[in-house]
């Protein structure tokens, strides 16, 4: 045993030794991403005769150590929206090593939001940050479950694909997954009918766990399969602090872990409150088998869009470069860039940040929901990039729409609604459930009545509808039949005709709902359409099973309620503004999910008025919005991938 580990040591100081003689020193190299890379060319050279094809996608996988919520999904889209500044085009993939199928039916607190692409598919909020950050149009194979995986590989099994073989673990398991990441890393997902030159997947939970353990096994058969031109393994790790010192030892474990099945990272980045020292990155370096430029910082920052320039400044794309030979490859230029956003470089993103960085003046948005937190991530990015625009810093307020609902003299009544008061703007997200609806239509009434900027997105809509007929139609007792199965109640919202009702009632919720990108045929002149920079038709992602009334829609235009959008029919309601006559500075409703399309510089157009309004800049904005005219990215014709 004592000889076997000597020989282990000294095959790892060797291999060390090794891979610091072929890389030079980050002094060397320089921290610039526009710097010179000359010092790099030695080890660019390395594998050249193994001839890597410029058409093979190459896959940067990006994998977890010592604990989860490390921030792996802020650093995969760092590092993409870092490619994409440096010419290159990108996807992203996320593999998640649980069971389930049916992402949609997941409970938001476990989860988090579900995420809906323009396919209809229903993914982990990660596949959002990666649409923001790195400016795609993502699909439903671009998150793989383990559950996703059994399915096909059973499905291949009855129909024969094995031939009666005994079907294993390895290699028809992982077999599966190399397989769906071969296939989704080469589909275009920014726009274009181009190949992705680089893929970076994301490997949810932590090296150890026995969940991961398949995804592990999958992602060293990749890196045979590709070559090791065409592959590059980065761990983030977490450099805890005690008494003041940085600790390397549960970086040393975790990578430990990771080499006994197979696989050694060529980049090891370190979470940590403060700046990794020089000392700190040595000791991991030589721990780990290494090269010390190979060790990141990823200290903690004021906001995530520093990131990219944090990896920049770690030389990430000399290392990149170096391992996957990048200099091989032919750029993209902003000229020849089908592009839904302004973040072409790293001097965007930095200018972006610092805006960020600078403002102070806060805006106060109240989100009534029934949750709080994660469940809504997209659209507090969606609010959080229109605050941006408008020169503010929001703050946010959670009122749990159920407690609207308690006795107008209880404690718990007026506490939600002195939020309601100190707020500038009110948001009222969607969702599912009869939980807390009533007091969503309430706090859309008490915007309407007190002239409060106010957004309500799907179930949000329907909630300001709701409360519009039970106020100035007389309507009381008025709702969904979402909420009324039984049709006991007057229904001004009811079950879509287009949908499903047997697949809903047996739970089969995906097959039940307009899901996914849809055209929005805006009214022009509406605020909708300015904010959309004149556009009469959009296009915006659904997720949803009931629609407006026709029954009562002449009575509710009478009142003042516009519908200022339909679908491309003219037959379903989409969009709903209050009348100019009315007085109100500004109120919408929005059946679709504006703000899963929403980008750092480009923010959802609904999200964007909301803020306008809030901060008392609704009619310049309208102006500017329509001087700027509109973006690709909301255009009817722009669907990825058609």
């Avoid at 102070?360 to 948005?365: A, F, H, L």
């Amino acid at each position: 045993m004592a000889v076997a580990l000597v020989a282990a040591a000294t095959l790892l100081y060797l291999h060390y030794r090794h891979r610091k003689a072929q890389v030079p020193l980050l002094s060397q190299v320089g921290a610039s991403l526009h710097g010179s890379a000359n010092p790099w060319q030695m080890l660019a050279t390395r594998g050249q005769a193994n001839g890597a094809s410029p058409k093979q996608t190459k896959f940067v996988v990006v994998v977890g150590g010592v604990c989860s919520s490390l921030g792996k999904g802020i650093t995969c889209a760092s590092l993409g929206a870092l490619m994409k500044a440096s010419g290159y085009r990108v996807t992203a993939i996320k593999m998640d090593p649980y069971m389930n199928t049916n992402i949609g039916s997941m409970n938001p607190n476990e989860q988090g939001e579900v995420f809906v692409l323009d396919d209809g598919g229903e993914a982990h909020p990660d596949l959002g940050l990666y649409e923001r950050t790195m400016d795609l149009h993502l699909r439903r194979e671009n998150h793989i479950t383990l559950g996703k995986i059994y399915e096909q590989v059973n499905e291949a099994e009855r129909r024969g694909k094995y031939m009666g073989r005994t079907m294993q673990q390895i290699p028809h398991v992982s077999g599966a997954i190399v397989d769906w990441l071969l296939d989704a890393g080469s589909k275009p997902t920014d726009g274009t009918h181009e190949t992705p030159q680089i893929c970076i997947c994301e490997l949810g939970g932590t090296v150890g766990d026995i969940d991961c353990m398949l995804f592990l096994e999958a992602v060293r058969e990749l890196r045979d399969r590709v070559g090791r031109d065409n592959f590059c393994l980065i761990q983030q790790t977490l450099v805890p602090i005690c008494n003041g010192t940085q600790k390397t030892k549960p970086t040393q474990h975790t990578v430990k872990n990771l080499m006994c099945l197979g696989l050694q990272p060529e980049v090891i980045v370190c979470r940590c409150d403060k700046v990794i020292t020089d000392l700190t990155r040595e000791k991991i370096s030589l721990s780990c088998g290494v090269p010390i430029q190979g060790v990141i910082d990823s200290h903690t920052v004021s906001n995530m869009l520093s990131v990219p320039g944090m990896l920049a400044d770690g030389a990430v794309i000399n290392l990149l470069t170096a391992n996957l030979r990048l200099d091989h490859l032919p750029k993209v230029t902003k000229e020849n860039a089908r592009a839904n956003t302004g973040l072409f470089t790293l001097e965007d993103w930095e200018r972006l940040a610092r805006r960020k960085d600078e403002v102070w003046e806060e805006v106060v948005i109240a989100i009534v929901a029934k949750y709080e937190g994660d469940a809504y991530q997209s659209a507090l990015q969606a609010l959080d990039h229109a605050a941006v625009q408008t020169n503010r810093k929001l703050k946010v307020l959670w009122v749990d729409s159920a407690d609207l609902e308690q006795p107008e003299n209880s404690l718990t009544y007026r506490t939600a609604i002195n939020k309601l008061a100190s707020s500038d703007g009110i948001f009222v997200p969607g969702g599912f459930g009869d939980r807390g609806v009533k007091g969503k239509a309430a706090a859309a009434n008490w915007a309407r009545h007190h002239k409060i900027p106010f957004l309500g997105v799907s179930l949000g809509m329907q909630m300001a509808i709701v409360g519009f007929c039970q106020d100035e139609l007389g309507l009381d007792g008025c709702t969904s039949e979402e909420f009324d199965p039984e049709g006991q109640q007057t229904h001004v919202l009811h079950y879509m005709p287009q949908v499903d009702r047997i697949s809903d009632l047996l739970e089969n919720r995906q097959n039940s709902m307009i899901i996914g990108a849809r055209k929005i045929v805006l009214q022009s002149g509406s605020v909708a359409s300015q904010l959309y920079g004149g556009l009469t038709q959009v296009i915006e992602r659904q997720r949803h099973r009931y629609e407006v009334n026709a029954k009562w829609i002449p009575m509710m235009e009478k009142a003042g309620l516009v519908f200022s959008g339909t679908d491309a029919e003219g037959v379903r309601m989409e969009v709903v503004e209050l009348s100019p006559d009315l007085g109100h500075p500004f109120f919408l409703g929005m059946q679709c999910h504006p703000e899963f399309k929403s980008r750092p510089d480009y923010p959802s157009p609904p999200f964007y008025g909301l803020l306008l309004a809030a901060t008392k800049q609704l009619e310049s904005g309208l102006k500017e919005c329509l001087q700027k005219g509109p973006i690709n990215h909301y255009r009817a014709s722009h669907i990825s991938g058609q």
